[in-house]
Nanobody
C-alpha cells in the first residue's frame, strides 16, 4: 500500500508562485508515473501534469509555460512548481501515483492540498 503526502498549498496573489510536493511511502515496488490533478468547486477533477519514471513530462494546455513538474525517483517524490498563478488555478490539488506490480496497475491518491489564488 502506497501513501502519498502532499504539502505546499496555500493562498497566493495573482502572478505569484507556489511549489507543491508529494512524497510516496510504503511502496516496496517502483513507482511508475506520478502526477498532479486538480478539482475546482463544481468542476470535475482534471489532469494538471504528470511525469513518467524516466522523467518525461506532460502538461494540460492551461498550465503549459507556467507550471513545471519534476521528480526525485530516489525519494519517490514529485514536485509541481507553479508560476504566474491565476485565479482560475484555484482548486484542490491532488497527487497521483501509478504502480505496476506483476502486471497489475495500482492507482493511489493523496488527500489533496488547497491552492487559492486571490488578491
Amino acid at each position: 500500500q502506497v501513501q502519498l503526502v502532499e504539502s505546499g498549498g496555500g493562498l497566493v496573489q495573482p502572478g505569484g508562485s507556489l511549489r507543491l510536493s508529494c512524497a510516496a511511502s510504503g511502496s516496496g515496488f517502483s513507482i511508475n508515473a506520478m502526477g498532479w490533478y486538480r478539482q475546482a468547486p463544481g468542476k470535475q477533477r482534471e489532469l494538471v501534469a504528470h511525469i513518467t519514471s524516466g522523467g518525461s513530462p506532460n502538461y494540460a494546455d492551461s498550465v503549459k509555460g507556467r507550471f513545471t513538474i519534476s521528480r526525485e525517483n530516489a525519494k519517490d517524490t514529485v514536485y509541481l512548481q507553479m508560476n504566474s498563478l491565476k485565479p482560475e488555478d484555484t482548486a484542490v490539488y491532488y497527487c497521483n501515483a501509478l504502480q505496476n506490480r506483476f502486471g497489475v496497475v495500482y492507482d493511489y491518491w493523496g488527500q489533496g492540498t488547497q491552492v487559492t489564488v486571490s488578491s
